[in-house]
């Protein structure tokens, strides 16, 4: 069965769950306690548990930090940066320290925490709030990096996330928290990190997006002259190279979409891969539809910034042209 969600519904369910599934998990982070957080994902989780839901210090070094040794004592931390931009605080213990456990203890300790943190534009916020750097956990080793784009994919990669052995940095598009409403599986439901999902298929040329980019390809393909399948890739670290190989040997022809800056953004990775192993498939050069190499704009010139449907439209008719 399943009972339709909007994404924040579905993160605070999965969370509320993993408490209760795991006396190991503890949630906790800027204003996650009494006020259920800054877009209200962890909202009541601390009359549930007290003991295992708590307010931390404006310190995102110290957040992170602290769970590296709650993890080494065998906790389940699943502690929120209150915006993506500010985990930046932390890198340091992201990179020398959260993502190294394993590899410095030779597999004794591992590091199972999943890293929360809205990301992404669209909501007008001020500096800092809405960067998109995937790319960048991405390229550190040890580090997996999901990026839910349905409320289902919400929940059932919050889960994948939360019992997995390593971290995770779970990066959750703040415009989607409240942008739809879609079915949600009751129960137990994990979606395994690493799988894509071909969410529309097509037959001349594919475009992989993720996050709230999904959403724009999926209104672009349903309105384009051409057959176009969309690809989720769902987590960007690990990359599930075969799948987007597949669709682009059958279409011949791609399109990658993501915010983040274009310069070594994720579509260059996935361009890479599919020039090593498709590139006698394809038809036309890849085509990328990015954010620019610009700090984020301020709201006023937000919708300049990302990329919107006329510019994916664009990229497949260029695509599709060649």
């Not at 204003?31 to 295992?52: C, H, K, M, Q, S």
């Not at 011949?252 to 800056?261: I, K, L, M, Q, T």
């Not at 910034?305 to 006329?310: G, K, T």
Request: proline letters at 7%; hydrophobic letters at 40%; one cysteine or more.
């Amino acid at each position: 069965m399943a009972n339709k969600r909007r994404m924040i519904e579905a993160i605070r369910e999965t969370l509320r769950e993993e408490l209760a599934r795991d006396d190991r998990v503890v949630v906790y982070g800027q204003d996650v306690g009494r006020n259920g957080g800054v877009f209200r994902a962890t909202e009541g989780l601390i009359d549930e548990y007290p003991n295992r839901v708590y307010d931390a210090p404006v310190a995102e070094a110290g957040i992170v930090g602290l769970g590296v040794g709650l993890a080494a004592y065998g906790f389940v931390p699943v502690p929120e940066i209150e915006f993506s931009g500010f985990m930046h605080q932390a890198f340091h213990q992201l990179q020398q320290h959260v993502a190294r456990l394993r590899s410095r203890t030779r597999g004794e300790l591992h590091c199972p925490m999943t890293i929360r943190a809205p990301y992404g534009g669209g909501i007008r916020a001020l500096e800092h709030h809405s960067e998109s750097f995937e790319a960048g956990y991405a390229h550190t080793p040890g580090l997996k990096v999901a990026i839910p784009s349905t409320p289902a994919d919400a929940k059932g990669l919050l889960a994948a996330s939360v019992r997995d052995p390593d971290p995770v940095i779970f990066l959750e598009p703040t415009r989607l928290y409240r942008a739809t409403s879609a079915p949600v599986p009751e129960g137990d439901y994990v979606v395994p990190l690493g799988e894509a999902e071909v969410v529309r298929e097509g037959d001349d040329v594919t475009v992989v997006s993720w996050g709230a980019s999904r959403q724009l390809a999926l209104s672009v393909a349903a309105d384009a002259d051409a057959s176009v399948e969309v690809v989720d890739p769902r987590t960007i670290a690990p990359l599930d190279t075969e799948t987007i190989l597949d669709s682009v040997r059958k279409t011949g022809r791609c399109v990658v979409v993501h915010e983040a800056p274009r310069t070594a953004g994720m579509a260059a990775e996935i361009t890479a891969r599919i020039n090593d192993r498709a590139l006698l498939y394809l038809e036309a050069p890849v085509q990328r539809v990015t954010g620019y190499d610009v700090p984020y704009p301020l709201f006023a010139r937000e919708r300049a910034y990302a990329p919107d449907e006329d510019r994916i439209r664009a990229g497949i008719e260029r695509a599709l042209a060649f």
